[in-house]
DNA sequence: GGGTTTAGGATAGTTCCACTATCCTGTTGG
DNA sequence: CCAACAGGATAGTGGAACTATCCTAAACCC
C-alpha cells in the first residue's frame, strides 16, 4: 500500500505520517521508485502504536522514539521490552540512584526482590526528592503503601499474551500500565473523598488517622 | 515592598511576575502612584505558591488561576477548599458522570459513602473511557485496588494543620497530594518490576497471577 | 536641579512541541 | 496526454509560558 492508503487506513493524515517519517518514528517504505514507497502492515501497526501511545497514554514524541527503537532492537528480549515500556510510560528515571534509607528499609525486609531496577531509581529519585522540599515520606505511610501495593502487583495487568507483534504487545502493556495506574489514583481519590466525608474531619485535616 | 524586591525575594524574575499580574494570577499591589506599588507578604506567600505549583506539582497556568481564584474565594471553606485543590492536582473531572456498574457495586457494598464528588466522576469516567478503549477493568481488581487504597487513605496526607495562611494550606496539600500519589505509583512499579524478575514469569506477561 | 535608576504598562518576540500547509518535481493510471 | 498523486523540502500554525523592548514618569542621590 502506498501513502494515501495508509493514511486513511490508519485515520492518521499523510501530512503526519511524512512528519513521523522525517523524525524516525515511522520506518521508510520500500522505495519503488523517486516517487513511490511500498508500505507493510507493519507499518500501519506502528501507526497505530503512536497513535495509542500518543492519544491515550499522552507520552511525547521522543519518549515514543525510544519505545520504538527499543521494538526494533532485535537484541532485547520482549522480557527487557516490557521492562522499559513500563519505564517510559510511568515516567521511571533511568539512571542509577544511589538508595534511599526507606527503600533499603524496604528491600532489606525481603518483601522485594534485592535488584536495581528503573522502578528502583525512580523510587529512590523521588524519596530524595521528598526530603529536598522537607516533605520527607513517613515511614508507616510507606509500610502501607507497601502493602498495597504488593496486592495490586499480584494481579497480572497484561492481557498481552495474545499479542501477535512487538508492536501491538508494547500497545498493550503500555495501555494496560497507563490505564491501571490511572485507576489507582481514582481509586485512591474516591477513598479520601469518602473519608473526608464522614463524620470525625478534624478543621483542617481531610481525614483522621 | 516593590516589584524588583519582590522579585528578588522569591526568585522569579520581574518580567515573570508582570506576566503573572497581567494574567491575573497574582493580585495588583496597591498602587502609590503612576509608577509605582507597594506589594506584601501575602504577593510573597502567593507567588511561593504558584511558584510550587508549577515547578514541583506541574501544574498549567489556567489550574493555578482556578486554585487561586478558590484560595480568594471568601464564601469556600477550607474543607471545601482542600477538596478543590487535590481534584485540580490529580486532574479530576468535574462535570458528573454516570455512574459505572463498578463504581455502583463498590459504593453499594457500603466500603464508601455513597456521595457524589468530583473523584467519583473521574473514576466513572475513567471506567467508560476503558471500557471504550476496549480494556475493561476486571472487577477482581477493582477490588484490591479498593482494599489498598483504602487502607492508604487512612493515613492523614495533610501536615496543614500548621498552615498560617490558606496559600501555605494549598500548598503544603497540593504538594503532599502530589507527591504521595507519585509514591503510589512508584511503589507500585517497584513491585511488579519485583515480582518480574522472581521465578514464574511465565513467557510474556509480566507477573503471576 | 540634573542624571541615572527603576516602576509599571503595553506590546512584541522567543522557544518548544506537534503538527499542518505549501511548493516543487516526477511519475502514473486511465 | 494530463489530472492526480507520491515523495521531499521548507515554512507556517497555535498554544503555553515566558522574555525582551520601548516608553513615560517618578524617585533617589549628590
Given at each position: 500500500?502506498?501513502?494515501?492508503?495508509?493514511?486513511?487506513?490508519?485515520?492518521?493524515?499523510?501530512?503526519?505520517?511524512?512528519?513521523?517519517?522525517?523524525?524516525?518514528?515511522?520506518?521508510?517504505?520500500?522505495?519503488?521508485?523517486?516517487?513511490?514507497?511500498?508500505?507493510?502492515?507493519?507499518?500501519?501497526?506502528?501507526?497505530?502504536?503512536?497513535k495509542?501511545?500518543?492519544?491515550?497514554?499522552?507520552?511525547?514524541?521522543?519518549?515514543?522514539?525510544?519505545?520504538?527503537?527499543?521494538?526494533?532492537?532485535?537484541?532485547?528480549?520482549?522480557?527487557?521490552?516490557?521492562?522499559?515500556?513500563?519505564?517510559?510510560?510511568?515516567?521511571?528515571?533511568?539512571?542509577?540512584?544511589?538508595?534511599?534509607?526507606?527503600?533499603?528499609?524496604?528491600?532489606?525486609?525481603?518483601?522485594?526482590?534485592?535488584?536495581?531496577?528503573?522502578?528502583?531509581?525512580?523510587?529512590?529519585?523521588?524519596?530524595?526528592?521528598?526530603?529536598?522540599?522537607?516533605?520527607?515520606?513517613?515511614?508507616?505511610?510507606?509500610?502501607?503503601?507497601?502493602?498495597?501495593?504488593?496486592?495490586?502487583?499480584?494481579?497480572?495487568?497484561?492481557?498481552?499474551?495474545?499479542?501477535?507483534?512487538?508492536?501491538?504487545?508494547?500497545l498493550?502493556?503500555?495501555?494496560?500500565?497507563?490505564?491501571?495506574?490511572?485507576?489507582?489514583?481514582?481509586?485512591?481519590?474516591?477513598?479520601?473523598?469518602?473519608?473526608?466525608?464522614?463524620?470525625?474531619?478534624?478543621?483542617?485535616?481531610?481525614?483522621a488517622?
Open positions: 500500500m502506498q501513502l494515501k492508503e495508509l493514511g486513511l487506513r490508519s485515520g492518521v493524515s499523510t501530512a503526519s505520517i511524512k512528519f513521523y517519517l522525517r523524525e524516525g518514528l515511522l520506518p521508510r517504505g520500500r522505495t519503488m521508485d523517486s516517487s513511490r514507497a511500498e508500505y507493510t502492515q507493519a507499518h500501519l501497526r506502528r501507526l497505530e502504536l503512536i495509542g501511545l500518543r492519544t491515550v497514554v499522552g507520552l511525547g514524541l521522543d519518549r515514543i522514539k525510544a519505545v520504538t527503537a527499543a521494538i526494533d532492537d532485535g537484541q532485547l528480549g520482549d522480557v527487557e521490552l516490557m521492562g522499559r515500556v513500563q519505564a517510559m510510560v510511568l515516567g521511571l528515571a533511568e539512571d542509577p540512584v544511589p538508595d534511599h534509607p526507606l527503600t533499603a528499609g524496604l528491600v532489606g525486609s525481603g518483601r522485594w526482590v534485592d535488584a536495581p531496577s528503573q522502578a528502583r531509581n525512580s523510587l529512590n529519585q523521588l524519596l530524595h526528592r521528598m526530603d529536598d522540599l522537607g516533605v520527607p515520606a513517613r515511614a508507616e505511610v510507606l509500610a502501607a503503601y507497601a502493602d498495597a501495593v504488593d496486592q495490586v502487583a499480584a494481579l497480572d495487568l497484561a492481557s498481552a499474551e495474545q499479542a501477535g507483534s512487538r508492536d501491538e504487545l508494547v498493550a502493556v503500555a495501555v494496560g500500565t497507563h490505564l491501571y495506574s490511572q485507576l489507582l489514583l481514582k481509586m485512591l481519590a474516591v477513598a479520601q473523598a469518602s473519608r473526608a466525608m464522614r463524620p470525625g474531619g478534624r478543621g483542617r485535616g481531610q481525614g488517622p
